[in-house]
């Protein structure tokens, strides 16, 4: 129940096309649900994050989908460019421990092609 | 500001040796995590430190793995006769009281020889 499952694994797509990454959680206590992005060598960074009382949010050219009743959210990336090439992580936290633990999906690494 | 800084950056180290590993969180931030990321994987939680509160252990994969931090300061993560397996890029992130993001160093790369 802890899990967030992520898909897919690898993704490669062409510059200005719109690359989706999907994220499932079972966890209804969960309240936050970021996304991270990471480049080689480098610590993950908070890319865009939402909460469960919104459907959507964008921010530049990244936009969460989220789906209260499926358990699901979405990461689209808009006109993507070679620069946005790295690895995608979701993570879910939250309910009632205070903890503000991240449980992390497994990634996805991202290909823009020129 | 200064964001997270850990140290170092590259340990190699052979199979049976200690490790300590440092992490020092942005100045304010109560709130300290270490991760573990193994070649191609997700990020593990390993532990979590807030304030003068027990820290959470349900992360540390086995007995050889502790932790410690003194107050709101650095932390360290120490591995006792390190294995093959221990060799993994090693996160800490820190995050302020009552919010929810997490800042995350650039990692300590451990290898195993």
């Known amino acids: 129940q802890q899990q967030v499952k992520q898909s897919p694994q690898s993704l490669i797509v062409q510059k200005g096309g719109i690359p989706i990454i999907n994220c499932a959680y079972e966890n209804t206590a969960f309240d936050y649900f970021p996304w991270y992005q990471q480049f080689p060598g480098k610590g993950p960074a908070l890319l865009i994050a939402i909460r469960p009382d919104v459907s959507e949010k964008k921010e530049g050219r990244f936009t969460i989908s989220f789906n209260k009743s499926a358990k699901q959210f979405s990461l689209h990336i808009m006109d993507s460019q070679p620069g946005d090439s790295a690895t995608y992580f979701c993570?879910?936290?939250?309910?009632?421990?205070?903890?503000?633990?991240?449980?992390f999906g497994t990634g996805t690494r991202l290909k823009v092609l020129a | 500001g200064a964001g997270v800084s850990q140290s170092p950056s590259n340990k190699v180290t052979e199979k049976g040796k200690d490790v300590e590993l440092r992490c020092d969180p942005i100045?304010?931030?109560?709130?300290l995590y270490w991760y573990r990321q193994r070649l191609g994987q997700g990020l593990e939680f390993l532990i979590y430190?807030?304030?003068?509160?027990?820290?959470?252990k349900s992360g540390l994969p086995s007995d050889r793995f502790s932790a410690e931090r003194t107050g709101e300061s650095v932390s360290t993560l120490t591995i006792q006769r390190t294995q093959q397996e221990d060799s993994a890029v090693y996160l800490c992130?820190?995050?302020?009281?009552?919010?929810?993001?997490?800042?995350f160093g650039p990692g300590t790369r451990l290898t195993v020889l």
């Open positions: 100045s304010g931030h109560t709130a």
């Open positions: 993570a879910a936290s939250g309910g009632t421990s205070g903890t503000y633990k991240y449980i």
């Open positions: 992130a820190s995050r302020r009281l009552s919010y929810n993001e997490q800042f």
């Open positions: 430190f807030q304030g003068n509160s027990a820290p959470d």
